[in-house]
């Protein structure tokens, strides 16, 4: 039995709302024990054998009426992640972010690099299923927003997730 980390995708916008009290229940009736979740972003750490994201989904619409993409980690995965220090020590600060898109399959590489835009944001690592990215602040007050060019690359055909890395730091934690 392991600690998973289920992320969720596009939950809480709109009318895609979901309950952290729900959640829970729908992940202890699928047999996970010690089910907590992490913020109102979709994040659900649960111990148990190896997930199947199929099941997971399948439930979680059955519950909700609505599909939710789920990509899934171990909390082994996400410290390992963690460890790696993909952003050579940089820290979020007033300017900057940091960003991580999880990818259900290991297809984070087909991404073209060098990716960015210069004062906007820069892809500074990728494995085989998470792209590492700095937001920068715009004059708008917005961080990021070409960062939509990564989502668009990977669209609609395959499951992607994004988290600030405050995010993942608690998960790994």
């Known amino acids: 039995m392991s600690r998973h980390v289920a992320l969720l995708r596009g939950v809480n916008l709109g009318k895609r709302q979901v309950k952290s009290a729900e959640l829970i229940a729908v992940f202890e009736a699928m047999g996970f024990a010690n089910v907590k979740t992490l913020l109102a972003s979709g994040n659900v750490l649960f111990d148990g054998a190896a997930p199947e994201r199929g099941k997971i989904e399948t439930a979680l619409q059955r519950h909700f009426g609505f599909e939710i993409g789920t990509v899934l980690r171990t909390q ?45 944001f820069e892809v500074v690592e990728l494995t085989e299923r998470e792209v590492f990215m700095l937001a920068f602040r715009l004059p708008n007050g917005r961080f990021g927003l070409g960062m939509e060019q990564v989502g668009k690359h990977f669209g609609t055909k395959r499951l992607w997730t994004s988290r600030n890395f405050n995010t993942v730091l608690k998960a790994a934690a």
């Open 76 to 120: 082994a995965q996400m410290r390992a992640l963690v460890a790696r220090d993909p952003f050579q020590g940089r820290l979020e600060n007033t300017d900057t972010k940091l960003y991580v898109t999880f990818l259900a399959e290991p297809d984070a590489r087909t991404l073209p690099m060098p990716c960015g835009i210069p004062g906007d």
